[in-house]
Each structure stands twice: as C-alpha cells, then as structure tokens.
T-cell receptor
Framework: GEDVEQSLFLSVREGDSSVINCTYT??????LYWYKQEPGAGLQLLTY?????DMKQDQRLTVLLNKKDKHLSLRIADTQTGDSAIYFC?????????????FGSGTRLQVQP | SAVISQKPSRDICQRGTSLTIQCQVD?????MFWYRQQPGQSLTLIAT?????????ESGFVIDKFPISRPNLTFSTLTVSNMSPEDSSIYLC??????????FGQGTRLTVV
C-alpha cells in the first residue's frame, strides 16, 4: 500500500536553512508535492517536482528527489518566522481507481526568532 | 488553479445534531474530495464526491454518517450526522482539475460538545 513518511518536528533559528524529509513508496509517481498548512488554515500548494527531475529551485525553496531511495526533501533557505507551519509531502495514488493524493504525516516546523 | 470557498469556517455543535459543510469552487473541476484532519494528525480521505452519483467512501467511512452531495462540477456538501465528540476535527474540501495537483479550502473546524 501507499505509505508516505515524514519526521514530525523540526526546530530551527531564524535565518538558518530548514530541511524537511519525506520517504514515499510508489516509484511510478509522476509528480511529488509539498504543501504548507499554517495554523487554522487549509493546505496551500508550495511546490512540486516532476519525477524525471532531481532538483527544482523556486526562490528560497529547493526540492531534491532521490528516486533510487524514494526520498524527497524540501530545503527552505533563510528561514523566517512566517515559515512556521506544518509541511506535508504528497504523492498521487498507486491505484488508478482512486484519484486523491496520499499525504505524509506532516512535519511541524518551528522557527525561533 | 482553483479557488475553493468552504463554509462554515468553524462551528460548535451539540452532540446528536448534524452539520452540513459547503464547498464552492470558482471553476469546473473534475474531482472533489473530502478529508478529515484530527488534531495533530495528517489528512484522512473520507470520500470522493462524484458528480451526479453516489460518493465513493473510503474504508471506515459510511454514507449514513457522512452523506455527500455533488449536484454539479463546482459545488459539494458534506454532512456530519448524529455528531459525537469524536467527530471534533477539521474537515477539508479538495478539488483537482485535469492534472493531479490538488487545491484546498480553508477547512471547517468542528467542535462537538
């Protein structure tokens, strides 16, 4: 079955880099996603990476994909207090009969001023 | 992209009553989903809302408890019936267009007392 795993908590100081890790199970996933959930809010799509890419950079965000190890990471450079949130990685379903994304457990990022 | 309006944003309900949550998308979407997010947890898929037919429920969720409507391609409702304190959670509506990217409403924070 599908199992997307993340570490639960990460604490960094403002200005440092944050690295949030995720392991996934479906090697045939075409896209992998990172979502951000701020307190009291829904999920916001942060970035995504296509499976034929190893890296994608978008301003302060860098996504790294290691398909061999089924490992995905999100690096946030110069982390700010506004980056404090829960970050979810997500992959499309293995079962073509089901279309909903499968989400990891979420990593709570706490940024200390 | 799609913008999703979900209401109510929060409610406090008496046990034994029912609450209907509405989800409106600003464009026609192929798929709509309902998730539950219990405190400190990841997202659990409740069901896929099918336009013009009965919703497809995930294991552990039944139509009598969570009736869903989707009368057209832009609107869906989820009812939480005969509520108990265990139903206290955040309920999230999600929509997907032609690709697998998912968009989310702001969520409904439900407290059952």
């Amino acid at each position: 079955g599908e199992d997307v795993e993340q570490s639960l908590f990460l604490s960094v100081r403002e200005g440092d880099s944050s690295v949030i890790n995720c392991t996934y199970t479906d090697s045939s996933s075409t896209y992998l996603y990172w979502y951000k959930q701020e307190p009291g809010a829904g999920l916001q799509l942060l970035t995504y990476i296509f499976s034929n890419m190893d890296m994608k950079q978008d301003q302060r965000l860098t996504v790294l994909l290691n398909k061999k190890d089924k490992h995905l990471s999100l690096r946030i450079a110069d982390t700010q207090t506004g980056d404090s949130a829960i970050y979810f990685c997500a992959e499309p379903p293995m079962d073509t009969g089901r279309r909903a994304l499968t989400f990891g457990s979420g990593t709570r990022l706490q940024v200390q001023p | 992209s799609a913008v999703i309006s979900q209401k109510p944003s929060r409610d406090i309900c008496q046990r034994g009553t029912s609450l209907t949550i509405q989800c409106q998308v600003d464009s026609q979407v192929t798929m709509m989903f309902w998730y539950r997010q219990q405190p400190g947890q990841s997202l659990t898929l409740i069901a896929t809302a099918n336009q013009g037919s009965e919703a497809t429920y995930e294991s552990g969720f039944v139509i009598d408890k969570f009736p869903i409507s989707r009368p057209n391609l832009t609107f869906s409702t989820l009812t939480v019936s005969n509520m108990s304190p265990e139903d206290s959670s955040i309920y999230l509506c999600s929509a997907q267009t032609g690709g697998t990217e998912a968009f989310f409403g702001q969520g409904t924070r439900l407290t059952v007392v």
